[in-house]
């Protein structure tokens, strides 16, 4: 039984039997998720979330980031889920494609708050998370992906993963956890065709459904046992094509974890690597919006389909556009969130470019899909030369990885207007050492002090 090894997986492993080198990344990963945040504390979707969970109330156990109001655990995670999505720069896992840490890392730092949880507790969480929800979403792909949003499908499961083994449930409470989670996982793409704000709601309502089945199950609620597997279970609802060994397959053994990338551009994951080949020509060249006749982006279909908006209308549609990352590259030579304001997605300069933009799938980076996100970019200028540039992997996966570094300084960069430098450096330390820390709130108390 799938869902039951799981659950064994989840009760039995301990800290001490991480890899060291797993434990590293998920020190990595929860600073890469803090700035992420930080970051999106001004946005519309921050300041709605907001409001709306302190209008709901509830016990003061856990906090809002990086403001320190306090509510519920349930509602914290969810707050800080949605605002950690937002911005489009969080961590991602290719093959299940799924972004693990922001269902993850808000559940266990608001159930941590309130239950003063070690450092240790949290990684161990954290990595319980990862590893169930990337298996699942692995397990699913691509064609779940098509429809449903993994981060809020398999998140769901993640978050239960992840809050259960801090609260210590028992195995058939893991169970009935994971049970729990897997009947309320949800998060449809149709929000893209008209670009709604949905997109954070699906991670957001992941790290609190997950964490209220764990709270459920330890007051002895019960789920589904076979929920992942089951005839009429999670596989079989919202997959064509599955492949659930995957799930178990040398389960403590491997890490899936250690294949997380993460994102130095912002929007959707699909936009990364044309950015990147722009950016390389553009550079190398030093070509000028001016100079550009035509460019051609070859990606593969689910690219097309996905994040092919050739007239983007609003700051949704912008981070699900190519064209609009590729022409926010051209005439920027970045694509951060900046690019992505009202303003500048009907600007005049930009539309320009992008009506010289053609977006086609490739045969050659299709086969490589999901294995590989490739891209091929071609630019020809008004002057007849022409040039090209195939990026097979994007900075940021793990076959072209950012370093500790690299993450430190896109987390003082999206931390600036928010943290003067002392305190990002403080905050950075401590999350450095998470091992040694007694007390996650003394990482709470200087975020938001």
């Known amino acids: 039984m799938i869902t039951k090894k799981l659950s064994e997986f989840i009760h039995n492993t301990d800290y001490e039997d991480i890899p060291s080198e797993i434990i590293q990344l998920a020190k990595m990963c929860f600073l890469d998720w803090l700035g992420c945040t930080v970051a999106a504390a001004d946005s519309e979707t921050a300041r709605i979330f907001r409001e709306t969970v302190l209008e709901l109330g509830g016990n003061p156990d856990a906090t809002i980031i990086p403001y320190g109001d306090k509510t519920s655990i349930t509602n914290a995670s969810?707050?800080?889920?949605?605002?950690?999505?937002?911005?489009?720069?969080?961590?991602?896992?290719?093959?299940?494609?799924?972004?693990?840490?922001?269902?993850?890392?808000?559940?266990?730092?608001?159930?941590?708050?309130?239950?003063?949880?070690?450092?240790?507790?949290?990684?161990?969480?954290?990595?319980?998370?990862y590893e169930t929800g990337i298996r699942i979403g692995i397990a699913i792909n691509p064609s779940h992906f098509r429809i449903?949003?993994?981060?809020?499908?398999?998140?769901?499961?993640?978050?239960?993963?992840?809050?259960?083994?801090?609260?210590?449930?028992?195995?058939?409470?893991?169970?009935?956890?994971?049970?729990?989670?897997?009947?309320?996982?949800?998060?449809?793409?149709?929000?893209?065709?008209?670009?709604a704000m949905t997109k954070p709601l699906h991670p957001a309502k992941a790290a609190q459904n997950g964490l209220l089945s764990s709270l459920l199950a330890k007051k002895g609620f019960t789920g589904p046992s076979r929920i992942i597997e089951g005839k009429q279970g999670f596989a079989t609802a919202t997959s064509k094509e599955t492949n659930l060994e995957s799930i178990t397959?040398?389960?403590?053994?491997?890490?899936?974890?250690?294949?997380?990338?993460?994102?130095?551009?912002?929007?959707?994951?699909?936009?990364?690597?044309?950015?990147?080949?722009?950016?390389?020509?553009?550079?190398?060249?030093?070509?000028?919006?001016?100079?550009?006749?035509?460019?051609t982006v070859k990606v593969y279909q689910l690219a097309m389909d996905l994040t092919g908006k050739t007239d983007p209308q609003n700051p949704t549609d912008g981070k699900f556009s190519i064209p609009y990352c590729v022409a926010s590259a051209i005439r920027f030579r970045h694509c951060n969130i900046d690019v992505f304001s009202p303003e500048l997605i009907k600007d005049p300069q930009?539309?320009?470019?992008?009506?010289?933009?053609?977006?086609?799938?490739?045969?050659?980076?299709?086969?490589?899909?999901?294995?590989?996100?490739?891209?091929i970019v071609e630019i020809k200028?008004?002057?007849?030369?022409?040039?090209?540039?195939?990026?097979?992997?994007?900075?940021?996966?793990?076959?072209?990885?950012?370093?500790?570094?690299?993450?430190?300084?896109?987390?003082?960069?999206?931390?600036?207007?928010?943290?003067?430098?002392?305190?990002?450096?403080?905050?950075?330390?401590k999350i450095k050492q998470l091992e040694d820390v007694g007390d996650i709130r003394e990482i709470i108390a200087l975020i938001i002090n």
């Open 148 to 195: 449903w949003h993994t981060t809020g499908t398999a998140g769901t499961f993640a978050s239960a993963a992840a809050t259960g083994k801090i609260m210590g449930l028992s195995e058939k409470q893991l169970i009935n956890a994971l049970g729990n989670a897997g009947t309320q996982a949800a998060g449809l793409w149709e929000f893209i065709n008209d670009g």
């Open 381 to 429: 200028t008004v002057d007849g030369k022409e040039y090209a540039q195939r990026t097979n992997y994007a900075k940021g996966d793990p076959e072209n990885p950012v370093s500790w570094d690299d993450i430190e300084k896109k987390f003082m960069s999206l931390t600036g207007k928010t943290f003067h430098q002392k305190k990002a450096n403080e905050i950075i330390n």
């Open 78 to 129: 969810l707050v800080n889920a949605a605002l950690s999505h937002f911005l489009e720069l969080d961590d991602i896992h290719k093959k299940a494609m799924y972004h693990p840490g922001i269902p993850v890392i808000p559940a266990v730092l608001a159930l941590s708050e309130k239950l003063n949880k070690t450092g240790k507790d949290i990684i161990t969480g954290i990595v319980m998370g």
């Open 350 to 375: 930009t539309r320009n470019i992008l009506d010289k933009i053609n977006l086609v799938v490739d045969e050659s980076v299709e086969k490589e899909f999901p294995m590989g996100y490739a891209s």
């Open 249 to 295: 397959a040398d389960l403590g053994n491997y890490y899936c974890m250690g294949d997380m990338g993460f994102k130095v551009h912002a929007g959707c994951r699909h936009t990364n690597s044309p950015v990147d080949g722009t950016l390389a020509l553009v550079q190398k060249y030093d070509i000028k919006p001016e100079d550009i006749s035509q460019v």
